[in-house]
């Protein structure tokens, strides 16, 4: 047992080495009492819905979410918008189809089923009307930045006048928390910008937090229910693991030597 | 193995078996007859074999949804996130299971160095683990480039790109390695058809490696032979199958806790940015288990010396029962040899701590000071060793020390450090 536990400390050592060298270069990033962290860890629905607001309304002017449909807002885990009010969402865009019969394209009110309507027909219209720069599609960003949430609110509130003698060239911004401190997109947020049904007041900190949460949603939609299913799953192994120990410690009992 | 008589009870199952032994084989696997002094060290055979069979059955299950194809891959990976009932269950288990894998497979090697488990007559076993390891290896790399994001596209290039490291041949190799002139579609189709392939060959090979164990029986702490069956052992069914199953259960809590806690900590974020050939990634580092070779071929200047350096890293361990020259196996009755032992670990933790450093200054020197070491260790300081060292004396059979029967006091001592 003694050597278990040797093994145990050994082995999360290594992981730790292992974890920390690869987040080499760490910068202090803002923070917030994010619901979604630990062993119980949910999404704020109110923060989802505000969130999913604000990305409509502000983000997908430019950001595409190709991954998501608008079935995705109705579903157990997500926002959890009514069926109604999903299918009144999803109604409010014009969803290109076709070819019909006579070969032609032609638009229609969105269904739960089609994806998330893309700002851009393509990258190269993207790039075009965004100074060169392809605004990232925000399906899996959180995961796709070393920060994580952290990362994305830090950004939205990390705009600042750029430092004496930096220069910056025309639809260039300064942002503290970019990686070279030069951005392409624009401060987006200020106070009130949106109008929450919910009465919330509209800070720029709240806005970046409920469109972080949201972001956070769109990457790991399963995450509520990774975490139900894992702390199901560890206490079943530990019982498991406590039952088995003592039937070794039985079993061994028949000879002399200890485990 | 030769030594078993086995004859069934029922005349159908004589009958059967005068046909296709496997009752004989059954009953072998159950008698076996295992050193009873086997410490937790021991448990992690049957827990690589356990983490194989679950990256072939999630594995599987991947490839019924998977589409290799450099337009679709990661948007199936995507889709199986997101949309096949329990996807992100099965793949992060897969993801995670290969650094689960890893973690097994070095605690086993490291524990072979330290009992000795490659001397004679375990040579042939520890071959056919090299090989194993080497494909291992082989496919995590393979596995790693699939769901075709940052890493998977720009890993796959610098390593592909090493085989241009060989003198006049190596552009035509990698062409022929990529299909192309660069990593593309072809690539892509041909590394998951690898992919799918090396698990079955780890499976065949894991099977001669169980089957070259039960020629000679386990190593065990002491290192010393022992008659078997004798009072020195007891049979594998119950005895080792309860205690293999108490550690493996204790290794699927923390498996779990990955993967249902913190599935993407061992990743890197770039690989949820699908691959695009035009925009290379700052760092280009590959998983956390390939880092110290990572880290050796970067400490060499010269690109084909440095492939050479890497390889021979690996390849060096196979030549190790002939390396290390001692005759007594347990590092717990060689005093020298154990604080060298200690080095080692420390060296190859060194070296996978500078390989996800960028290669430059200090850390560029560390990974050269390293990399001579383990050499060193291995071709020289073993050698060595073996004629120097001045070892403890070594028990007559594992009951003697389990009962505490030894006249000397230092090894007394050191008994009660590694009894367990």
């Keep these: 047992m003694k050597n278990f536990l040797r093994i145990f400390l050994i082995t999360s050592l290594v992981f730790g080495l ?65 069926i109604a009010e999903a299918k009144a969402i999803a109604a409010s865009f014009e969803v290109t189809d076709g070819p019909n019969d006579d070969g032609e394209m032609f638009t229609r009110p969105g269904k739960l089923s089609d994806k998330f309507v893309m700002p851009y027909d393509n990258v190269k219209a993207a790039q075009a009307a965004n100074g060169g720069a392809y605004p990232p599609d925000m399906s899996v960003l959180v995961k796709a930045r070393g920060g994580g949430v952290d990362y994305i609110y830090s950004l939205l509130q990390g705009y600042e006048d750029p430092p004496i003698g930096m220069s910056l060239d025309d639809g260039v911004y300064y942002n503290k928390y970019m990686y070279g401190n030069k951005i392409k997109m624009a401060n987006q947020l200020s106070d009130g910008l949106v109008e929450y049904g919910d009465g919330t007041s509209a800070s720029v900190e709240q806005m970046s937090k409920d469109v972080t949460t949201f972001l956070m949603w769109a990457a790991e939609p399963h995450l509520e229910s990774r975490h139900q299913m894992g702390f199901k799953a560890i206490v079943y192994l530990i019982i498991l693991t406590i039952l088995v120990y003592f039937s070794m410690k039985k079993i061994w009992s028949r000879i002399e030597t200890e485990v | 193995m030769s030594d078993h008589e086995y004859t069934p009870k029922s005349k159908f199952g004589k009958w059967f078996n005068d046909r296709l032994p496997l009752l004989t084989l059954a009953s072998h696997l159950t008698d076996y007859p295992t050193p009873k002094n086997l410490n937790y060290w021991w448990t992690f055979g049957g827990i690589l074999t356990f983490c194989l069979i679950t990256q072939i059955v999630t594995g599987l299950v991947l490839a019924m949804h998977y589409i290799a194809h450099a337009d679709m891959a990661f948007d199936s990976v995507e889709h199986i996130m997101r949309n096949v009932n329990y996807g992100w269950l099965i793949r992060y288990i897969h993801a995670n299971g290969a650094s689960m894998f890893f973690l097994a497979v070095y605690i086993h090697i490291f524990r072979s160095l330290f009992y000795g488990s490659y001397k004679s007559p375990r040579e042939i076993i520890w071959i056919i683990g090299i090989i194993i390891y080497l494909l291992m290896m082989a496919a995590a790399f393979l596995g790693y480039v699939l769901p075709w994001g940052q890493m ?145 071929l970067r400490s060499v200047p010269d690109k084909l010396l440095g492939v050479v350096a890497m390889l021979s890293a690996i390849l060096i361990l196979a030549a190790l029962p002939w390396l290390d020259t001692s005759k007594i196996r347990s590092a717990v009755f060689r005093p020298l040899y154990r604080q060298f032992y200690w080095i080692l670990v420390a060296d190859v933790l060194i ?30 300081v073993l050698p060595i060793l073996g004629y120097k060292e001045k070892t403890l004396p070594v028990p007559l059979s594992i009951t003697e020390p389990v009962l505490g029967g030894s006249p000397n006091l230092a090894l007394a001592k050191n008994k009660e450090n590694f009894k367990d």
Aim: hydrophobic fraction near 45%.
């Design chain 2, 152 to 296: 998977s596209f720009w890993g796959a290039t610098v390593i592909t790109n090493l085989f241009s490291a060989i003198p006049l041949v190596g552009e035509g190799i990698v062409t022929w390695l990529w299909g192309g002139y660069s990593v593309d579609n072809p690539t892509l189709t041909r590394f998951f058809t690898l992919h799918y392939l090396i698990p079955f060959l780890i499976l065949g090979l894991v099977v001669l490696h169980i089957w070259a164990l039960h020629v000679p029986g386990n190593n065990n702490p002491v290192g010393i032979d022992i008659k078997k069956p004798s009072k020195d052992t007891v049979p594998f069914h119950p005895y080792i199958v309860i205690k293999d199953g108490f550690a493996l259960l204790m290794f699927m809590i923390v498996f779990a806790f990955f993967v249902f806690y913190t599935p993407n900590i061992l990743g890197h974020a770039d690989n949820y940015i699908e691959a695009n050939p035009l925009v290379t990634p700052a760092h280009i580092v590959p998983e956390w288990y390939l880092l110290p070779f990572y880290a050796i």
């Design chain 1, 18 to 82: 292992s974890v920390k060298s690869n987040s080499a270069e760490k910068i202090e990033y803002l923070t917030t009492d994010w619901s979604f962290k630990g062993l119980f860890g949910k999404f704020d629905r109110g923060a989802l819905q505000r969130g999913y607001q604000v990305y409509t309304e502000v983000c997908s002017s430019c950001h595409s979410m190709k991954y998501l449909s608008y079935r995705n807002l109705a579903e157990k885990g997500g926002p959890e918008f009514s």
């Design chain 2, 351 to 380: 070296l996978g701590y500078v390989g996800a450093m960028p290669a430059e200054g200090l850390y560029l020197l560390v990974a050269r000071v390293a990399t001579a070491y383990y050499f060193l260790h291995f071709l020289v």
